[in-house]
C-alpha cells in the first residue's frame, strides 16, 4: 500500500481560506432549509405531502455522493484529484439558486432542487475529502470543526437574509404573482454569487497537494472508468472498517430528526406563536422570518459552539462531545414543540445549535480517523449514505403517518425529532472509534 507523504502544517489563516468555500455552500444549504417549506407552501403544498417535496436531497445524495467520492479517490487532472468537482457543482448550484424563486409552478421548484441538491452533492464529499487530504491527524479536529463553524456562520447568514432586507427597507409584503415574496428572490441570488465566489477563492488560495511519484502511479494502473469506480465503491462497502458500520445507527436517528425539524419547523411556529395553518395570511409570512431570525441565532450559536469544541474533542475526543450535543438539540425540539413563548423558543435555539454545530463536525472527524487515508473520497461519499439513507426513511414515515398516528399537527413531528435525537446520543456512545488514522 503506497504510504502517505508528511503532511505539511497549515497556520490558521490557511485552514479558514481553505474552508471558505463550505461558507457559500452552506448558504445554499441554509436557504433550502428555511425557504423551501414556504416556497412550496405558496405554490399550494399541502402539508402532508410536504416530505415527498423533500425527496430530491436524499435521493441525489445517495446516488452522486458514493459515486463522485470513488471518482475522486481516482481522478487525474491539471487541477487535482477534488477541485474538478467542486468547480462543476458550484456552478450548477449558482445556476439553480438565481431561477428557484422565479419558480411558476410547484413542479418547477421541485424540479429545481433536484438539480440543486444534486449539485451540492457533487461538491460535498469531494470538499470533505480535501479537508481530509491536506491535514494530518493533529491538524484535522481544527480542519473539521473550522468547517463546522463556516457552517453554522454560512447559515446564520442565510437563516437572516430576509429579516436584513426588511430592516434595510424591503417590503415583506412585496409578493410576486405566484406568493414569493421579493426578499426570498433577493436572499437567492445572493446566495448564488457567494457558492461560486468562495469555492473558487478556496481552491485558489489553498490549491490541492500534488500526487507523490508513487500515488500517481497507483493511480495510472488503476484509470478511472465505470467498471473502477463501481468496483472501488464494492470493495469500500466489503471491507468498512467496524466504527463507520457502528455510526450508522448514530446517524439514523441524528439525521431523522434534524429532517423532521427543517420540513416542519415553520408550520409548526405557525400555529404555535402565531395561531394560524394558511400560507396566505400574513401570520404565515411572519412565521417564515421568525424561523429565520431564529435560525440565524442557533446557526451562529453552531458557529461558535464549534470553535469551542475543538480543544473539547482534542482532549476528551469528538464521541462524548458529540452525545451531549445531541442530548441538547432532541430537549430543544421537544420545547419548540411544546411553547408559544418566543423567549423560551430563543432557548431552545442553543440546543439547536450546539447539536447542529457537533452534528457538522464531530461524526466527520470520527470517521476520519477510522478509515484509510487512500480511501478518503470513496468512504466520505459511503458515510452520507448514512444522512440521506435515514431522510428518505423520515420522508416515507411522515407521509404515511403524518395524519393517522401525528394527528396533522407539525408540532407533533418535532416531538418525533426531539426523540430521535435523544436516541441519537445514546447510539454515538456505542461507537468504538479509534484515536489513531489507519493506513
Avoid at 412585496?174 to 446566495?191: H, Q, V, Y
Wanted: glycine share 8%.
Amino acid at each position: 500500500m503506497v504510504q502517505p507523504s508528511i503532511k505539511p502544517h497549515l497556520s490558521l489563516a490557511r485552514i479558514l481560506q481553505m474552508n471558505l468555500g463550505f461558507l457559500g455552500l452552506q448558504f445554499s444549504f441554509g436557504l433550502q432549509q428555511s425557504n423551501m417549506g414556504p416556497i412550496y407552501s405558496y405554490l399550494g403544498a399541502d402539508e402532508g405531502a410536504m416530505p415527498l417535496l423533500w425527496l430530491a436531497g436524499p435521493m441525489t445524495g445517495l446516488i452522486v455522493q458514493p459515486l463522485i467520492g470513488s471518482m475522486s479517490d481516482r481522478t487525474r487532472s491539471r487541477l487535482g484529484r477534488r477541485t474538478p468537482y467542486f468547480l462543476i457543482g458550484a456552478v450548477l448550484c449558482s445556476l439553480c439558486l438565481l431561477a428557484m424563486p422565479f419558480s411558476r409552478a410547484l413542479w418547477m421548484a421541485a424540479s429545481l432542487l433536484w438539480v440543486l441538491d444534486a449539485a451540492n452533492n457533487v461538491t460535498m464529499e469531494p470538499y470533505r475529502a480535501y479537508v481530509s487530504d491536506r491535514l494530518d491527524e493533529r491538524q484535522r479536529p481544527l480542519g473539521f470543526l473550522t468547517q463546522s463553524a463556516f457552517t453554522g456562520l454560512a447559515q446564520t447568514l442565510s437563516y437572516l437574509s430576509p429579516s436584513l432586507l426588511v430592516w434595510w427597507g424591503v417590503n415583506k409584503d412585496l409578493l410576486d404573482t405566484n406568493g414569493i415574496p421579493a426578499i426570498t428572490r433577493i436572499s437567492f441570488m445572493i446566495g448564488a454569487v457567494l457558492s461560486i465566489s468562495t469555492i473558487v477563492w478556496s481552491i485558489w488560495r489553498v490549491p490541492e497537494l500534488p500526487l507523490t511519484p508513487e500515488e500517481d502511479a497507483a493511480m495510472a494502473a488503476d484509470p478511472l472508468s465505470l467498471r473502477s469506480t463501481l468496483a472501488g465503491l464494492r470493495d469500500a462497502v466489503r471491507d468498512m472498517p467496524p466504527a463507520m458500520r457502528q455510526l450508522a445507527l448514530a446517524m439514523l436517528f441524528q439525521w431523522f430528526g434534524m429532517f423532521c425539524y427543517w420540513q416542519y419547523v415553520v408550520l409548526a411556529l405557525a400555529r404555535g406563536v402565531f395561531g394560524t395553518s394558511d400560507p396566505a395570511s400574513a401570520g404565515f409570512r411572519d412565521a417564515g422570518l421568525l424561523n429565520g431570525q431564529l435560525g440565524a441565532f442557533y446557526n451562529l450559536v453552531a458557529f461558535l459552539s464549534a470553535l469551542a469544541m475543538i480543544p473539547i474533542a482534542r482532549r476528551h475526543g469528538p464521541q462524548a462531545v458529540h452525545a451531549v450535543a445531541m442530548v441538547a438539540s432532541g430537549l430543544a425540539m421537544l420545547t419548540i414543540a411544546s411553547t408559544g413563548s418566543i423567549p423560551l423558543l430563543v432557548v431552545a435555539m442553543v440546543g439547536i445549535g450546539v447539536g447542529w454545530g457537533s452534528l457538522m463536525g464531530n461524526p466527520y472527524l470520527m470517521l476520519a480517523n477510522a478509515i484509510p487515508p487512500a480511501r478518503t473520497g470513496v468512504y466520505m461519499g459511503i458515510f452520507n449514505m448514512f444522512i440521506v439513507v435515514p431522510m428518505m426513511i423520515e420522508i416515507v414515515f411522515v407521509w404515511l403517518c403524518y395524519r393517522p398516528v401525528l394527528g396533522g399537527d407539525p408540532r407533533h413531528v418535532l416531538m418525533l425529532g426531539g426523540g430521535m435525537m435523544l436516541a441519537a446520543a445514546v447510539a454515538t456512545m456505542l461507537v468504538r472509534v479509534p484515536r489513531a488514522v489507519a493506513n
